[in-house]
C-alpha cells in the first residue's frame, strides 16, 4: 500500500479491509513524512503499534 490510500482509508467514514502480516487491522494515524502508520488489530484497540505503510495490504 502506498501512504496516499493509506491516508485515504484514513479519512473515510467506510471501514476498509486492511491487514498486516495476516491480521486484520484499524489504521490510526498515517505518518506521510516518514511513511509510516499507526495501527491495531480490530479486535485490540489497545493494542497500537507503528509500521510501515508498504506492509499494509488491502483486499
Not at 9 to 17: E, F, G, V
Not at 28 to 55: C, F, M, R, W, Y
Request: charged residues 15%.
Amino acid at each position: 500500500m502506498d501512504v496516499q490510500r493509506a491516508q485515504e482509508i484514513t479519512n473515510s467514514p467506510t471501514m476498509a479491509n486492511v491487514t498486516y502480516n495476516g491480521t486484520r487491522i484499524y489504521i490510526a494515524h498515517v505518518d506521510q513524512q516518514n511513511g509510516t502508520t499507526t495501527i491495531h488489530p480490530l479486535d485490540e484497540p489497545n493494542n497500537k503499534q507503528s509500521v510501515s505503510v508498504s506492509s499494509l495490504v488491502e483486499h
